[in-house]
């Protein structure tokens, strides 16, 4: 027994006993020899995410574990990894099978990684090359498809040439891609090399269907200008299929707002399927944002989520807001656009009829009294408000019987209120309100901590 227990303690035992049944593994750089390979040599793994690949020792213990799982491997992740071209050339070599030239990895990220190489056109065609020999799977013997179906180059800080490489091979190839994923670069004018004069989107090939099963487009933080919206439209018509896109922390100013205004009103006669826009710190005015939020109020299907976060806008978009959320919009972000007391004013006196809203956070907006008693109107008009984040708004006491008042009239569905970050000085009474206003055993209002009451808060950049 005591030899038993002492093998229950091993890695080893454990890996022999069951690893034939792991799917999902992630693993950290040390462990990447091929020591675990053998361990591990009767998985079939789905799933792998390595970490820290750094040396040469790294690569060839882990090329052995996806040599092993070559014919089963469909998601591979890398994370703080060192990337060069040698390495994507291995990587690719060890996930071919049986001495074909293809792989079948239908989900690929590199994030937060370093891209080393003398020359870097030499890392683009290597990574080019492995995402072009993604195998074709066959349906009924007739129809096929390109195995790759997510891309995600996140925090890599690729600049503009190398993602028109990886752009390029992508519409060279009949790739079947559902979520493409390039933020956190800085990849400015990654589109101004296209020719976007004729009507069809062309590749070196000819016209193009690479982006038509396109569903999710992330080009968050890429420092993207006013040009680059401008030539992004013409890419946004090629992707029918398109359902988010999030081009938030990007200074694509007004001027970028008006270049895909024309995009977005072609989205309101084609039944598009956009249902989720990030439009978060791009650097809009009032101006911009009120021509886009008239469009945006005539789509034949309504989005679900928009986010105009940190933008300052000011309290002269309150009327567009109030007639856009007029519209099915479920989640809205208006966190820290200036609305001020005149804002949340002029959306109190906006009439309000069985909103759709779920979810909206208004914080950071500095709108006193005037927040609270836009709130307490907001709860009894959205029956089915869940959560609503009103932090950071400089509300006195005196705004949580207006809040109260309106959750106990309403009775609806909500299951949170954020009003930390107000001032709201501790009283006796907050306990029978905690009390009195629970979902599932937690309470409803989320108000400030006695420890923080006296730390001030600047929400100024």
Known sequence: MSNLASDYLKLSYHCQ???????????????CVLESCQ????????SLVVQWIRSSEHVAGLCKLLNQNSRTLTSLEFVHCKISSSFMDTICGSLCSSGAETHQIHHFSISSSSFHEIDPVSLAHSLASFLSSGRYIYFHFKLHCWSLRSLKLCDNNLDWNFAKSVFSTLLDSSCSLTSFDLSENNISGWLSIFNWKSN?????????????????LKL????????DAGNLR??????????????????????????????????SKSCSPLTDLNLGNCELSSDGVILLLDVLSTLARPLNYLSLADNGLGSQVAEALGKF?????????????????????????IRMENLKLVKLNISKNRGGIETAKFLSK????APKLVAVNAAYNLMPAESLPLICSALKTAKGDVEQVDLRGNICEYQPSHDTMLAEFQHNGKPILILPSSVALNIPYDDDP
Request: aromatic residues 8%; charged residues 20%; glycine residues 10%.
């Open 17 to 31: 006993q069951f690893g034939c049944y792991a799917r999902r593994l992630r693993l950290q750089n040390v462990l």
């Open 39 to 46: 361990l591990l040599r009767k998985s079939n793994l789905q």
């Open 200 to 216: 069809a989107f062309l590749s070196s090939s000819g016209v193009t269907k690479s982006l038509q099963s396109l569903r999710i």
């Open 220 to 227: 968050g933080g890429n420092n993207l200008q006013k040009d």
């Open 234 to 267: 013409y890419v946004l018509v090629q992707m029918p299929s398109l359902e988010i896109l999030d081009l938030s922390d990007n200074p694509i100013e007004d001027d970028g707002i008006r270049s895909l205004i024309p995009y977005f009103a072609e989205a």
């Open 325 to 349: 959320w007029g519209t099915s919009i479920q989640v809205l972000n208006l966190e820290g656009i200036g609305l001020g007391p005149s804002g949340f004013r002029k959306l109190r006196d």
């Open 378 to 381: 907001l709860i009894l008009h």
